[in-house]
């Protein structure tokens, strides 16, 4: 089946917000095994957004429309989409209840137009959406099932899984199965070629490689009656993946992000840990501590970016800053050391580089990044070079921090290991 994706909202088109939810969708209706040929963004205008609805409906089965439910003049899909399947607009009693009771909970009188949010097309399947105040809609058409979901992505996204998702795998024959083989530390071609022959061999499951900032995903994809079955089938495509990337596959769970697998490693070895920032500012400690439960392990993070502050809180020394600048292996040496000795923590990560645009020179350019990490007294130093925009070289060193931890956690663990053995 065919899904074509319409994003509304002129705040798109004029690059004030980016278009998130198009990402989102286009890869979780791949997983539900539908075919995406097009995507449109159409700004707050009725004969546009008309004339875009229909063109869509006449191509594809199925139309996923997002954004424009709010309660603004402006805000015109459920409008518009009802006018386009020829269904007049009715209230919806439970609605205007749920609509009473969200405004009464937050102690705020809701304005005349709020109410607009419980008209709904006359037939229309209608979604609930417990993180705001605009309901979903299903409208089954003949040629086209026309799905609209609201356009904040907190809203979104937990009524696609809760409502929508189910509703697709209803439409779509057979049963898919996905699994996420997530591999740090390698760049997207590097894991393209490590597999070139399984992707040229590829019919069912099929695999598919993902970019991220600091790491690569490879989806495998199977098909077949059952979910028990497609999950039989990916389970040697993932075994022979993990064979080839050994340690680099950090999690093969779709829910485990790097930093969450961090954390974990750290949690099963009873281990606690630091962090002494300087060109990233504090990224590493808020990734880190995004993750339920951080406080288990993590202890503290330092924003040093000053070499005043690097002095005073890491004890690093004045003639190493005089001698080799602050972005060097000494100085990411020095502050990891005086991170572990201050914290007492098992492990600490230092960061010093230069994010950019300016303050680079040709023997240290924008995007050198020093990374130090130790774990037990032991101290790795690696030197990175990223390119890029500032924001990108700083999310690309916590990247490399948290992928650095990781490999020097293993060896710990590795070492530790061997020992007890011997």
């Given at each position: 089946m065919i899904v074509e994706l319409i994003s509304v909202g002129t705040e798109i088109l004029l690059g004030n917000i980016v278009n998130t939810n198009a990402a989102y969708l286009s890869e979780q209706c791949a997983l539900a095994?539908?075919?995406?040929?097009?995507?449109s963004v159409v700004g707050d205008n009725e004969?546009?957004?008309?004339m875009t609805l229909k063109c869509a409906m006449e191509r594809s089965d199925i139309v996923i429309l997002s954004g424009g439910l709010g309660p603004t003049e402006d805000d015109l899909t459920k409008e518009v989409a009802a006018k386009v399947c020829g269904r007049k607009?009715?209230?919806?009693?439970?609605?205007m209840e749920r609509i009473s009771e969200f405004f009464a909970a937050r102690n705020i009188t809701p304005t005349e137009n709020n109410w607009k949010q419980a008209m709904v097309p006359k037939g229309a399947i209608v979604l609930d959406n417990p993180n705001g105040t605009a309901p979903g809609l299903i409208m089954e058409e003949k040629n086209a099932k026309?799905?609209?979901?609201?356009g904040p992505p907190n809203e979104l996204i937990p009524m696609f899984e809760a409502s929508v998702r189910p509703y697709l795998e209803e439409l779509t024959p057979g049963a898919l199965y996905s699994q996420t083989v997530k591999i740090c530390g390698q760049g997207e071609s590097a894991v393209e070629t490590a597999i070139k022959d399984l992707i040229d061999a590829q019919t069912n499951p099929t695999l598919a490689t993902y970019a991220k900032t600091?790491?690569?995903?490879?989806r495998v994809t199977a098909s077949a009656e059952t979910v028990k079955e497609a999950k039989k089938l990916t389970k040697p495509v993932v075994k022979?993946?993990?064979a080839r990337f050994g340690a680099d596959v950090y999690t093969t769970e779709e829910e485990v992000t790097l930093e969450k697998a961090v954390e974990d490693l750290l949690l099963a070895n009873k281990l606690t840990m630091t962090c002494a920032e300087s060109c990233t500012g504090g990224l590493l400690s808020?990734?880190?501590?995004?993750?339920?439960?951080?406080s288990e392990v993590f202890k503290s993070g330092l924003v040093t970016y000053s070499n005043k502050a690097k002095r005073k809180y890491l004890g690093v020394k004045k003639g190493t800053l005089q001698k080799y600048g602050p972005v060097s292996k000494q100085i990411a040496e020095e502050m990891v050391k005086g991170a572990a000795a201050a914290?007492?923590?098992?492990?600490?990560?230092s960061i010093t580089g230069i994010a950019g645009p300016d303050g680079g020179t040709k023997e240290k350019p924008v995007g050198l990044v020093y990374i130090g990490c130790s774990v037990k007294g032991k101290v790795t130093v690696k030197e990175y070079h990223f390119s890029g925009s500032r924001a990108k070289v700083r999310d690309s060193a916590v990247a490399a921090a948290l992928t650095l931890v990781r490999r020097c956690i293993l060896e710990y663990i590795s070492d530790l290991t061997f020992r007890k053995k011997s």
């Open positions: 095994g539908l075919s995406c040929y097009f995507q004969e546009r957004l008309s607009l009715v209230t919806n009693d439970m609605w026309v799905i609209l979901l609201p600091g790491e690569v995903h490879i022979e993946l993990k808020a990734r880190l501590v995004n993750i339920p439960g951080a914290s007492k923590c098992d492990v600490a990560v």
